[in-house]
């Protein structure tokens, strides 16, 4: 932040950085989200009984595990650091 005078004016990178902060916690929230979703799907695929639950459950599992990768390689393309938020949570 600079000073002058009295009165405190905001840099532009000042103003996005909270915002950018804000969008890479969320994408980590979906991502873990994403995650427990496709763990679910595969527990779900052990117990699925008759063909139709076991199509569905292999379905389930499909479009969550390309859910998870799609949300990996958008954090990738926007270099979100996970190892800052995993530290966070951890402490």
């Excluded at 950018?20 to 695929?45: C, G, P, S, T, Y």
């Excluded at 599992?61 to 926007?78: C, P, Q």
Aim: cysteine-free; proline content about 1%.
């Amino acid at each position: 932040m600079k000073m002058w005078g009295k009165s405190a004016v905001m840099t532009k990178a000042e103003v996005v950085q909270p915002e950018l902060r804000m969008m890479a916690d969320n994408l980590i929230k979906e991502i873990r989200d994403a995650h427990r979703d496709w763990v679910n799907a595969q527990r779900h695929f052990e117990y699925a009984l008759g063909k139709d639950q076991i199509d569905y459950a292999i379905f389930a599992i499909e479009a969550a595990e390309k859910r998870y990768e799609m949300l990996l390689r958008h954090a990738k393309s926007l270099k979100v650091a996970w190892s800052a938020h995993r530290e966070a949570d951890v402490g």
